[in-house]
């Protein structure tokens, strides 16, 4: 299984398209992808312009598959641009599951 964390801290005035985004590339991922078991894009309850994802894939296979999909490609360059930073605003780290 390969997992991942990330946290995102999003320009000021720029939260309402990077959820937009977000969430079309959720759904998107959750519809075409079944051996993505998750893809949860959450916001911090109480600092502004604070986010993180969740996904979890069955494997390496299906992690580089989404990585590679063509709503993938369309999506995540505007998500970046909504960045404080572009991708230094981005924190990424992966994860092994625990049982």
Avoid: N, W
């Amino acid at each position: 299984m390969k997992i991942f964390f990330a946290t995102l801290k999003v320009k000021a005035g720029k939260e309402k398209d990077f959820e937009k985004l977000q969430q079309e590339l959720s759904k998107l991922t959750h519809d075409s992808e079944p051996d993505t078991h998750v893809y949860d894009v959450i916001k911090h309850s109480e600092t502004p312009g604070l986010y993180a994802v969740y996904a979890r894939f069955k494997d390496e296979a299906a992690f580089q598959l989404h990585q590679t999909t063509p709503f993938h490609d369309r999506l995540v360059p505007p998500i970046v641009d909504c960045l404080e930073g572009g991708a230094a605003g981005m924190d990424l780290a992966f994860y092994s599951f625990v049982g």
